[in-house]
């Protein structure tokens, strides 16, 4: 089993939807990660969060929110999804002292139409 | 504001033909520079972390290597499986996220 998981792996749905995408870790790792990558854009962060009662936006957080439900567990919301939401979003994690070491999920494919 | 630019965009390379990508940054005060190979359809693939200038890392056909301004990532005698996008990021003495660049897609043809 991966050490990250993210469901769902693919999404399609309509704009105006509330989708929900979710992580899971078994690293142990404090720091979790939600980045979305668009084709020419790179990685960019959206939400990131130190543990469990510390939550932090990223440079692209508006229209997304985020749930730390437990150590292992991070999801992220798109309350009403629009079309220029498209893209394929990952979830990291990381540990101390090697913060920057980032363990990825497989990504999630998500299209609004 | 945190910048890294990598160059090239896209690299095609005949197999055994050695070559060096580029990672240019701006941080406020570097913790650390990260490189990540990202297969198609996969999350990206932690390589290696550099520290302060002059520092050196090395696995298989792969060398990073880190000044004040910039990095390189020097692929020595690549095979068709070395193909990838290569991604560099850097992180702040903040310990903040990471900020990563564009990358660059490497095609190594047999």
């Known amino acids: 089993d991966a050490d990250v998981t993210q469901t769902p792996r693919n999404r399609i749905t309509k704009t105006g939807k509330r989708i929900m995408l979710e992580c899971s870790q078994t690293k142990g790792h404090d720091r979790m990660y939600w980045y979305r990558q668009d084709p020419g854009l790179g990685l960019r962060l959206i939400y990131y969060?130190?543990?469990?009662?510390?939550?932090n936006k990223g440079e692209i957080s508006d229209g997304y929110s985020v749930s730390r439900q437990a150590q292992a567990k991070f999801s992220l919301s798109l309350e009403s999804a629009i079309p220029n939401q498209t893209a394929l979003y990952f979830c990291?994690?990381?540990?101390?002292?090697?913060?920057?070491?980032?363990?990825f999920g497989e990504g999630s494919r998500l299209t609004v139409l | 504001e945190d910048q890294v630019t990598q160059s090239p965009e896209a690299l095609r390379l005949q197999e055994g033909e050695s070559s060096s990508l580029n990672c240019s940054y701006t941080v406020s005060g570097l913790r650390g520079l990260f490189w990540y190979r990202q297969d198609p359809g996969k999350g990206p693939e932690f390589l290696f972390t550099?520290?302060?200038a002059g520092e050196e890392k090395e696995k298989e056909r792969l060398k990073a290597t880190l000044t004040k301004k910039e990095s390189f990532l020097h692929i020595t005698a690549p095979k068709p499986e070395d193909s990838a996008t290569y991604l560099c990021a850097v992180q702040a003495n903040s310990g903040y996220a990471l900020n990563f660049g564009k990358g660059t897609s490497l095609l190594v043809t047999p």
């Open positions: 990291a994690t990381s540990g101390t002292p090697n913060t920057g070491e980032l363990f």
């Open positions: 969060s130190f543990d469990v009662k510390d939550i």
């Open positions: 550099l520290y302060s």
